[in-house]
Every structure is written in structure tokens, then in C-alpha cells.
């Protein structure tokens, strides 16, 4: 199995996962990028993964389903183009041979899930997780609680910390500036910074993280941390709890 990050508008990634012959995709917002890769390399589209109903992930599922005739799976609480199969938390899907665990995540919208698989042939676990967790960052809460996140967050946390984190964005730099105001001595998180500037500077993907590496370095999967939780009274004295903190650090986030 090969995971290929595809570049999409300004900065987004659509996934697309082969096998050599057979492919998925996940939140194609474009058309064109997929098409142009199933071509370059000869693949034949068998499904698309969705995670939410916003445009720039679902924009080009119309044109590579009647392209390709590729079977569409999304979340069943959320308007989605149709005709696809509805998924809900506790499901699976099956497509290049492999299963595909969802899991819901609400929070950056109200029926988000994520896709996990554990054994994607000889690559380490999977996770397909939109815009709830992004590396060094989460998304905007649009639809969805602080409390509703956290819980998103916790949830894909706790899966294998060998799991890649394969979000669809690349926000990464710009997260990570927020990370460090909110622990400037993790230095787990300044040899980070220094890897993706790297990256980035060759117009490489900061993506797939890991979960592991998400963990040490991430302020929304830290905000139960003394030190995370110190810098969150910081911005809002009044935050306390773990949700009140939480949501001190997004609402900091977006003033960032």
C-alpha cells in the first residue's frame, strides 16, 4: 500500500491510498488532482471516504464518482452529495481489501467522523481525520462544543501511538508557532518546528504525522497538562477544568 498526500487549492491535502491497481481517496474537494494521479499512475478508483460536508472536501466527489463510478461513503449526520453509504460511529467499510473502522468526532462540524485502520498492509495504522485533528493544531469548532472536541480528541488520541495522522490540511507551521506561545520549553516541539521548516522549505508535506509524536507536542491533546493549563488561565483567567481550558486555548487559537 502506498499513501499519497495530494495537494489541493491553497492548502489542502486529498489522500489517496493504492495498491498499485486499485485506489481510495479521502475529501476530494477537487476533481482534477485526483483524476490527474489516477492517470499518472494507472490506478482505478474504487471508493471515496468523507469525513464532513464542507466544500472544500467534498467539492469534486460528483465528477470522480461518475468518472470512475467510485463507491461514496460519509457521515450520516451531515448533508452529503448524494448518492453514497451513510456512516455513523462503530461502523466499517471495507475498500482495497481493507477495513476501515469510523469513529465519530464532532466538534469542528456536528456529524464529522474519522476513518482508522489498524493493519493497512505493511504501513502502520491509519487515520483519515479531516479537520478535527491537524498536526500541532485542531479545527475551528463551527458546529460543534468545546466539550464535543475535546471528547473527538481524546477518542482518536487513544488509538496506537504508531498511527498516522493524516489530516487535510497543511497547517502545520502555523500551528506549531501557536504551540510553542503555549509551551515555549517543549523542546520535544522545537526539534519538530525545525523538521518541518525543513520540509516546507522543500515544498515537501509536513504530513502523515503520529499520533505519538501529536501527543508530546500538540496543545489541544496536551490541554490537561499543568503547564498547558497554566498558559490557557493566562489568556482567560477564568478558565477552569479541562473543558474551560480547552476552550480558552481555541478561542486563543483564533485570536492567534
Known amino acids: 500500500m502506498k499513501l499519497v498526500a495530494l495537494p489541493a487549492f491553497s492548502d489542502n491535502y486529498i489522500w489517496l491510498l493504492h495498491d ?3 485506489a481510495l481517496v479521502v475529501d476530494p474537494g477537487q476533481a482534477q488532482p485526483v483524476l490527474d494521479a489516477l492517470q499518472r499512475l494507472s490506478l482505478s478508483l474504487e471508493a471515496i471516504l468523507v469525513t464532513h460536508h464542507h ?10 464518482r461518475e468518472a470512475t463510478g467510485a463507491a461514496v461513503y460519509g457521515p450520516a449526520r451531515e448533508a452529503m452529495p448524494q448518492p453514497l453509504t451513510l456512516l455513523k460511529g462503530g461502523e466499517h467499510v471495507t475498500a482495497l481489501g481493507l477495513q476501515f473502522e469510523v469513529i ?4 469542528h462540524t456536528a456529524g464529522h467522523i474519522a476513518y482508522f485502520c489498524r493493519e493497512p498492509g505493511d504501513l502502520a495504522p491509519l487515520m483519515f481525520c479531516g479537520d478535527t485533528l491537524f498536526s500541532g493544531g485542531c479545527g475551528r469548532l ?8 475535546l471528547g473527538s480528541l481524546q477518542t482518536l488520541a487513544a488509538l496506537p501511538g504508531n498511527t498516522r495522522v493524516c489530516c ?3 497547517y502545520t507551521l502555523s500551528n506549531l508557532r501557536f504551540a510553542q506561545a503555549v509551551e515555549p520549553a517543549n ?3 522545537s526539534a519538530y518546528i525545525e523538521r518541518c521548516q525543513a520540509l516546507r522549505a522543500q515544498q515537501l508535506p509536513t504530513l502523515p504525522s503520529t499520533l505519538a509524536l ?3 507536542i500538540n496543545p489541544f491533546l496536551r490541554s490537561g497538562e499543568p503547564q498547558v493549563m497554566a498558559a ?4 482567560d483567567p477564568e478558565a477552569q477544568g479541562p473543558v474551560a481550558c480547552f476552550a480558552a486555548l481555541r478561542q486563543w487559537k483564533n485570536q492567534f
Open 55 to 64: 466544500a472544500d472536501h467534498v467539492g469534486g466527489v460528483a465528477g470522480l
Open 168 to 170: 487535510a490540511h497543511e
Open 142 to 149: 463551527f458546529e460543534g462544543t468545546p466539550l464535543q472536541m
Open 187 to 189: 523542546a520535544e516541539l
Open 214 to 216: 501529536e501527543r508530546q
Open 20 to 22: 498499485g491497481q486499485r
Open 104 to 107: 465519530d468526532v464532532p466538534g
Open 232 to 235: 490557557a488561565r493566562r489568556f
